[in-house]
């Protein structure tokens, strides 16, 4: 099975098997840890990259573009119904290690494949807002443009029409997801998520369970 086979499967079985889960929260961090081991087991190797991540529909960058463009001390108009946009990242930098045990992790981890050059966003559901007319896919597999910090990219509905747009800014300073207990790969839970999903991509389909081990919350 190829390289690019291999990724295909996982962002394809992988959240599947994840909507099976308890609620975690920061997934990203359980989602990305397990990308990682997953792809290992194939010698395909993988790092974490720490981002700033935004999903916006085109209406708010409009409207960004539209307050950007207001002569100084002008007020700002309102915002209109389909201006939508969510953010997570360590944007605040008086707070450079956060307790991710207890308060969440202020920030947005993805998986990088150096060989094919693709950044792996195996928790962007987190982005989507329906109800604000904010789509995005579940996954998404984005090819990074060399040693640029910055990308982004469209969401498309079937007629061609932008629903979303997707931005990434590398973060390396934020690195406290390391303290998480969800980026040990040690972890039997992990390693419980990530024995199913090898045996997923190399038979083609879930197995109907996946028994997870007892977590004693402390």
């Given at each position: 099975?190829?390289?690019?086979?291999?990724?295909?499967?996982?962002?394809?079985?992988?959240?599947?098997?994840?909507?099976?889960?308890?609620?975690?929260?920061?997934?990203?961090?359980?989602?990305?840890?397990?990308?990682?081991?997953?792809?290992?087991?194939?010698?395909i190797p993988a790092e974490p990259w720490s981002v700033i991540c935004t999903a916006a529909t085109p209406a708010f960058l409009t409207y960004q573009?539209?307050?950007?463009?207001?002569?100084?001390?002008?007020?700002?108009?309102?915002?209109?119904?389909?201006?939508?946009?969510?953010?997570?990242?360590?944007?605040?930098?008086?707070?450079?290690?956060?307790?991710?045990?207890?308060?969440?992790?202020?920030?947005?981890?993805?998986?990088?494949?150096?060989?094919?050059?693709?950044?792996?966003?195996?928790?962007?559901?987190?982005?989507?807002?329906?109800?604000?007319?904010?789509?995005?896919?579940?996954?998404?597999?984005?090819?990074?443009?060399g040693d640029a910090r910055d990308a982004a990219v469209e969401g498309r509905d079937e007629t061609g029409r932008v629903h979303s747009v997707i931005?990434?800014?590398?973060?390396?300073e934020n690195q406290a997801f390391r303290i998480a207990r969800d980026w040990r790969s040690d972890d039997p839970r992990t390693r419980a998520i990530?024995?199913?999903?090898?045996?997923?991509?190399?038979?083609?389909?879930?197995?109907?369970?996946?028994?997870?081990?007892?977590?004693?919350?402390?």
């Open positions: 099975m190829t390289p690019s086979k291999i990724v295909a499967r996982l962002l394809r079985h992988q959240p599947a098997l994840f909507a099976r889960l308890p609620f975690t929260p920061a997934r990203c961090i359980l989602s990305t840890r397990v990308a990682i081991d997953v792809l290992a087991a194939f010698a573009e539209t307050i950007a463009a207001l002569d100084a001390g002008a007020p700002p108009p309102p915002p209109p119904p389909d201006a939508w946009a969510v953010t997570a990242g360590n944007i605040d930098r008086d707070a450079e290690l956060v307790d991710v045990a207890s308060r969440g992790w202020k920030g947005h981890l993805v998986a990088y494949v150096p060989h094919s050059g693709d950044l792996l966003d195996l928790d962007l559901q987190a982005f989507g807002r329906p109800a604000r007319g904010l789509l995005v896919p579940p996954v998404l597999r984005v090819r990074w443009p931005a990434y800014r590398r973060d390396e990530v024995r199913g999903l090898i045996r997923a991509i190399r038979t083609g389909e879930l197995p109907e369970v996946v028994e997870l081990p007892e977590v004693r919350v402390l």
